[in-house]
């Protein structure tokens, strides 16, 4: 009960921002959309019907059709699922396995520090895109490979904001406190450290569930993110990409979640970021 | 990605920038435009691999050895099919089985490899002729017995057996291309991305892969002259991206998706030529028999009841295409008037299941171009009615054509493949791929029959057009019987050009770039 207090309080502090209530209104539609799409869509995603191809917006089509007569509005709410759970999935698990990297850089011995730091940094001297590619290629199109794209790309940054507050807080007094008393590194980190270090990068993360989303969106784009007929906001713009001229709708259909996802995410995490930290406010 | 927060990049910044690189990007064409001149800007569906014309991988590959190169003749522009001299002054059939040829006087290599001579001539042919060197080509003179010298500048062309593509599918293409013996020799045998010994009324002067390939006027060609100081060709291989490039200007000449030609006729871009022309090429859906499950011929023919190749069509080329009968256009002769298998998803669902591969997956390669993913998804939807799951793995062209040659490893994996050849105006040139010798090379297939090689030896010496017809319907028969395949289309060629070119195109709309002129 207190926790859901507690988290109501927040909700409320958010929306008393006009950027957080709007940021936060998408990221709920996007999300219950997605979650509810199976009721919501009025045709299977993948179905054809070259009959109804190029069909504009309408009573039976909401989005329109696109090229092979698949209805948009079903495609778009199946492809809101793809992008979350690979926004999420893979947001998650570069957190956790940042989290872990930066905690044992920032506490461990001075020369696995310099290993994992020169790991870091040899990832992150890697142009996103190029990675990406480069990783597709290699193990070929598919969500998993969307998905190990985004953790390589997004861990180090995660695993050194982690390592420079642990660096930081190893010194402090409650930690130097609890080693006198016997506590050992697992209990440090797990209980004197990481819930101090943890919020931040928490809002972090939600600021870069955008940038997943068009990651996963641009490889899609290109033909090297899910593999067709699964439903990409991505590979909806590539479809309407090529037929932009006559039938603008499915650039339209493609780009708006990724639009609205992006700006709802922003909004949500740049409120949240000013909430906890206002002395950040503003500077990014 | 999060460490933006750690950085001083602000919002605002990053605006700024963005929006002075656009200014620039648009300031910096404009400029480029006017400082161009004579420059042709060409797009090409596939960007270069090799350019040695007896190892050529694709026809935009030949569009370049065709002018860089000096052949014995070359195709010419026009509605009718035809050819020129080229490196030739003369070139004559005395008999059945003999040509004379007398070379012209000035026609030169670079990078001092000295004057093209009768013993060019004989080397190159028989290069491609002898089947020690595997040129994919070989079989364009399956029947050269020898090239007699003559002297410094004539000689002869002995054939064992008469040859009927000889002058529609041999001679007017890159297998007739002449290279320096000395050239050849010194580079090991082949030629790479960077030619040597250079002959004909252009020179590569700048390849830039997936960027453009850049051909100049050859200042030591003495004869017909090209029309542009400079040809630039840029590797689209999107036909729908190559329209968009055109209509931004980059581009004074493209081909253009099927599906567009209707609009564009209708609302053709400002001082712009829309031409459609009846294609030669063919496309077809093939099954890969020496990988499992297409190694069981029940599988191979149920899918082939399984594909609605109409809609298949229908849907990639918005109804501006034609379902195709084989592999052999209407008008050629050899043309087939009807299918040996329809449409009959029951009875493909049915031997599915007897086969016991209901539920398994396959993988369909494609080219990254749109009307083959719109095929290939057709086609799953098709597969998958029956219980086949297909996974659509999409190539860009660099990886697609190796997919099925032997000295890639995946050719042992490969189960499904899109593809399309481009054809020249005799029916040998349509069957020559899918010989048991060509598996491993053009034949992804591994189709194999004896008969068929037969066949596609005796369809070449044969003069006979009555003949030759039953010959070609009856190879066609064979490759469907085999189960391999599925013929979809042969297409219809769209070509755009700037109305100040005067484009050089083939019946088909292949371009001969040495004879586009501005206009």
Redesign the interface.
């Given at each position: 009960m207190l926790r859901l207090a507690k988290i109501w309080r927040i909700v409320r502090r958010i929306v008393r921002e006009p950027l957080g209530a709007l940021g936060l209104g998408l990221v709920v539609l996007v999300v219950l959309s997605a979650l509810f799409a199976d009721v919501l869509a009025s045709y299977p995603p993948?179905k054809?019907s070259?009959a109804d191809?190029f069909a504009p917006a309408s009573f039976q089509h909401l989005l329109g059709t696109d090229?092979?007569g698949r209805d948009l509005f079903s495609r778009v709410l199946y492809g809101g699922r793809i992008a979350l759970s690979i926004a999420l999935g893979a947001t998650g698990a570069s957190l956790v396995i940042g989290i872990m990297l930066g905690l044992i850089a920032g506490y461990g011995p001075r020369w696995l520090d310099n290993i994992l730091l020169l790991v870091f940094d040899a990832l992150?001297s890697f142009p996103?895109v190029i990675l990406a590619l480069t990783l597709v290629t290699i193990t070929?199109?598919s969500l998993m490979s969307v998905v190990l794209v985004v953790v390589l790309?997004?861990v180090p940054?995660?695993a050194?904001?982690i390592r420079t507050q642990t660096l930081v807080l190893k010194s402090a007094e409650h930690v130097m406190a609890a080693r006198s008393m016997g506590a050992g590194s697992a209990r440090i980190l797990t209980v004197h450290i990481l819930p101090n270090v943890i919020g931040p990068i928490l809002i972090?993360?939600s600021?870069?569930i955008p940038?997943v989303v068009a990651i996963e969106a641009g490889l899609s784009f290109l033909?090297?993110g899910v593999?067709?007929?699964t439903p990409s906001w991505g590979s909806i713009l590539n479809d309407g990409?090529?037929?932009i001229?006559?039938s603008y709708w499915i650039v339209v259909a493609g780009g708006l979640p990724i639009i609205l996802t992006t700006l709802g995410f922003t909004f949500l995490g740049e409120t949240l970021r000013d909430l906890f930290d206002p002395r950040?406010k503003g500077?990014? | 990605m999060s460490n933006i927060a750690s950085t001083n990049l602000s919002r605002r910044t990053v605006l700024a920038g963005t929006g002075a690189l656009g200014l620039a990007s648009l300031i910096y064409p404009a400029r480029r435009a006017q400082a161009a001149g004579s420059i042709l800007k060409v797009r090409s569906y596939s960007d270069i691999q090799i350019l040695d014309p007896a190892f050529r991988l694709a026809a935009p590959e030949g569009d370049i050895t065709n002018v860089i190169f000096a052949g014995l003749v070359v195709a010419t522009a026009g509605d009718k099919w035809g050819w020129r001299p080229m490196a030739v002054e003369t070139i004559e059939q005395l008999d059945p089985l003999t040509i004379s040829f007398k070379l012209r006087d000035g026609i030169g290599f670079t990078d001092g490899f000295g004057q093209m001579t009768a013993e060019d001539v004989k080397f190159s042919i028989e290069r491609i002729a002898d089947p020690k060197n595997e040129s994919p080509y070989s079989g364009d003179w399956e029947t050269l017995k020898e090239v007699e010298v003559k002297d410094k500048l004539s000689g002869l062309i002995h054939l064992k057996e008469a040859f009927a593509p000889l002058w529609t599918s041999t001679l007017p293409t890159p297998s007739s291309t002449i290279l320096s013996k000395r050239a050849v020799t010194e580079a090991g045998g082949k030629l790479g991305v960077e030619p040597v010994a250079q002959s004909g009324p252009y020179l590569l002067k700048e390849w830039l892969p997936k960027q453009r390939t850049v051909l100049v006027r050859n200042p030591d060609w003495k004869y017909e002259q090209g029309g542009y100081d400079e040809i630039h060709i840029h590797p689209i291989e999107d036909e729908k991206t190559a329209e968009l490039g055109y209509e931004a200007g980059d581009l004074d000449y493209t081909w253009t998706s099927v599906s567009s030609i209707s609009r564009l006729k209708e609302n053709p871009p400002a001082d712009t030529t829309v031409v459609e022309k009846p294609s030669l090429a063919f496309v077809w859906f093939g099954m890969n028999k020496a990988v499992a499950p297409f190694d069981n011929p029940d599988v191979r023919r149920a899918v082939q009841y399984a594909v609605d190749r109409k809609a298949v069509v229908d849907a990639a080329y918005f109804g501006a295409a034609s379902t195709s009968t084989g592999i052999i256009a209407p008008g050629l002769i050899g043309h087939r008037e009807k299918n040996l298998y329809d449409y009959d998803p029951d009875k493909a669902r049915e031997m599915i299941e007897a086969a016991g591969v209901s539920g398994q997956t396959v993988v369909l390669d494609i080219l990254n171009k749109t009307e083959r993913l719109t095929a290939a998804q057709v086609i799953q939807a098709n597969l998958q009615d029956v219980g086949l799951n297909v996974e659509i793995k999409q190539n860009d062209s660099g990886t697609f054509w190796t997919l099925g040659s032997k000295d890639n490893e995946y050719h042992k994996k490969l189960q499904m493949v899109v593809q399309r050849f481009s054809m020249q105006p005799d029916p040998s040139w349509a069957t020559e791929w899918f010989t048991s010798s060509q598996i491993g090379t053009w034949n992804w297939e591994s189709f194999d029959s004896e008969e068929f090689d037969k066949l596609v030896v005796e369809g070449k010496i044969e003069l006979d057009d009555a003949k030759r017809d039953v010959m070609y319907k009856k190879m066609q028969d064979l490759m469907e019987e085999s189960g391999c395949y599925v013929f979809l289309t042969h297409e219809v060629a769209g070509v755009m050009y700037r109305n100040s070119v005067a484009a050089a195109l083939k019946p088909n709309g292949e371009p001969v770039f040495a004879e586009f002129k501005p206009a």
């Open positions: 993948t054809l070259p191809r090229h092979i992150k996103t070929g199109p790309v997004s940054g995660y050194r904001i972090l993360a600021m870069d940038v033909g090297m593999r067709p007929p990409f090529a037929n001229r006559d950040l500077r990014v | -």
